[in-house]
C-alpha cells in the first residue's frame, strides 16, 4: 500500500504537477536546446514550498493507490522486494563547494527530483540545482549540446546518439515507475486490460468502451456505448518509449505499424505536453484513455488499471510488481546499466508478479568535465539521491533500484573525472 505523502513530498509532488500543467495551458516546452538556460533559471522559484498549493489533493489520491490484495502475488513478490533493498552505503557529508548545476529532461521522475532538490539544499546550501521537466528527447538533447550540467531520461541513451556525442556519457539510472493507463468513464471502475487490448485501443481498432475485447478483459463489469479518445504524448517522450516499447513487445501488429521509440507516429488520438498534459486532458475528456507515470494518474485521481503479464495474471501497479519487474531483467542488464525491463516473460516468481510497463528513469553525467566544482556537487548529490533520498522515493509512487543496480550506480560516480581526476571516490 503506498504510503500517505510527508509534507516534503506534498511539497515536491504539488510543484511538479501544478508548474508543468499550468505551463501545458498557456505555454509550450522549449523545442530549441538553447532555450533551456533561460527556463532552468527559473527553477529556484518552482522549488519554493509555498507554491505547492495543490498538494493535499495529490495527498488524497495518493492513499487511493492500488495495492497487491492477493495472497499469492505478495507470497511470489518476497524476493523481488529483498532484492531492491537498499544497500548499505554511507552518508556522506557533502563537499564544501560552491557551483550551480543545469539539468533538463523526464518529467516521469520530475516530482522525486524535485523533492531532492529541496531536501539537498538542507545539506549543501551553497550548491544549486535546476531541474525543468522539458520530456526526456529534450532533456537529451540539451545534454548532448551542452545547454545542460546532466540529463534526465526515460528512454536510455542510444548507440547512435553516444557514437554522435563522441565523449564517454555515464547512465546513471536513479529510480523505477510503473506507466499505468488511466481512464475516463464515469461510472466504470476497475477496468484492467490486456496487452493485445491495449496495442488495439491505440491502433483505433477498438473504438467504443463495450467493444467485445474490452469486455473480455472485464468479465461482469457493464460496459457503456462511450467512443474512446485516445490521448498520447505530444513531446519527445521517454515516457512513450517505455509505453511503446510494451506495445511493441505484446502487438505484432504494433510493432510493424508504429514500432517503439520517444516519438512515433500515432495512428489515433490527440496530444498532451509531458505526463500532466496528458493526465489533464484525460481528466477533461470522458471517454478518454491515456498512458502516464502511475502519480500523475493518482494526482489527478485517475484510475490505474491492472495490466495483464506475460503469465496471463493481470497485475496492479505497486512498488513490489515494479520491482519485480526489475528483478526479472537482473541477469540480461548489462553494465552500462541500460536496459528496458517491459513485459518480462513468464517463468520465475519475479516476472510472474511483475507490473509489465515498468522502467528504469536516468541521470546522464559526462564521464570527463571539465569544473571541478561543478562535478564534485553533482556527484555528491547523486550519491546522496540513491542513498539518503531513496527512501523518499516510495512515498511519490516509485520503487528503489535492486540492490545490484543502485551498486553499479554509485559505482559509476567515481568514474567521473576532471583533468584525469577522480572527482569521487567511495569512503575505504
Not at 498557456?26 to 514550498?49: K, L, V
Not at 523533492?115 to 539544499?121: L, V
Request: aromatic share 8%.
Amino acid at each position: 500500500m503506498f504510503s500517505i505523502l510527508p509534507t516534503s513530498a506534498k511539497r515536491a509532488l504539488g510543484l511538479a504537477l501544478i508548474i508543468p500543467v499550468i505551463a501545458a495551458c498557456g505555454t509550450t516546452a522549449s523545442t530549441t536546446p538553447t532555450n533551456a538556460p533561460a527556463a532552468a533559471t527559473a527553477a529556484p522559484a518552482a522549488t519554493e514550498a509555498p507554491a505547492a498549493t495543490e498538494a493535499p489533493a495529490a495527498t488524497e489520491a495518493a492513499t487511493e493507490a492500488p495495492a497487491a490484495t492477493e495472497a499469492a502475488t505478495a507470497a511470489a513478490t518476497a524476493e523481488a522486494s529483498a532484492t531492491a533493498a537498499a544497500v548499505s552505503f554511507p552518508s556522506i557529508t557533502p563537499r564544501a563547494v560552491t557551483a550551480t548545476l543545469t539539468g533538463s529532461g523526464a518529467s516521469f521522475p520530475d516530482p522525486i527530483y524535485q523533492q531532492w532538490i529541496e531536501q539537498y539544499k538542507t545539506v549543501a546550501p551553497s550548491v544549486t540545482i535546476n531541474y525543468q521537466s522539458v520530456g526526456s528527447g529534450q532533456g537529451r538533447k540539451d545534454f548532448f549540446n551542452a545547454v545542460t550540467d546532466f540529463g534526465g531520461t526515460d528512454k536510455f541513451a542510444s548507440d547512435d546518439e553516444l557514437t554522435k556525442y563522441g565523449k564517454t556519457v555515464l547512465s546513471i539510472p536513479t529510480v523505477l515507475g510503473a506507466v499505468v493507463t488511466p481512464y475516463n468513464l464515469p461510472g466504470v471502475e476497475g477496468l484492467q486490460f490486456s496487452g493485445e487490448t491495449l496495442a488495439n485501443i491505440f491502433l483505433g481498432k477498438i473504438t467504443k468502451w463495450n467493444d467485445a475485447a474490452i469486455a473480455a478483459d472485464n468479465p461482469g463489469v457493464t460496459l457503456p456505448e462511450t467512443a474512446i479518445t485516445v490521448v498520447h504524448r505530444s513531446d519527445g517522450s521517454g515516457t512513450t518509449s517505455i509505453f511503446t516499447n510494451y506495445l511493441s513487445s505484446v502487438s505484432a501488429d504494433w510493432k510493424s505499424a508504429v514500432g517503439a521509440g520517444d516519438t512515433v507516429q500515432w495512428p489515433v488520438g490527440v496530444g498532451g505536453e509531458k505526463n500532466p498534459g496528458v493526465a489533464q486532458a484525460v481528466q477533461q475528456t470522458e471517454g478518454a484513455i491515456g498512458y502516464v507515470e502511475l502519480i500523475y494518474a493518482l494526482g489527478n485521481k485517475l484510475p490505474a488499471p491492472k495490466i495483464k503479464n506475460a503469465a496471463g495474471t493481470y497485475i496492479e501497479p505497486t512498488l513490489d510488481s515494479v520491482s519485480a519487474a526489475a528483478a526479472a531483467f537482473l541477469p540480461e542488464t548489462p553494465d552500462d546499466l541500460r536496459v528496458n525491463i517491459v513485459n518480462p516473460p513468464a517463468g520465475t516468481p519475479e516476472s510472474d508478479s511483475a507490473y509489465p510497463i515498468s522502467g528504469y528513469t536516468w541521470v546522464l553525467v559526462n564521464a570527463e568535465m571539465t569544473d571541478e566544482a561543478k562535478a564534485q556537487a553533482l556527484t555528491d548529490f547523486l550519491y546522496w539521491s540513491l542513498t539518503d533520498g531513496a527512501a523518499g522515493a516510495k512515498d511519490l509512487g516509485f520503487a528503489p533500484l535492486p540492490a545490484s543496480v543502485q551498486a553499479k550506480a554509485i559505482e559509476k560516480l567515481t568514474q567521473v573525472q576532471v583533468g584525469g581526476k577522480a572527482a569521487f571516490e567511495l569512503a575505504k
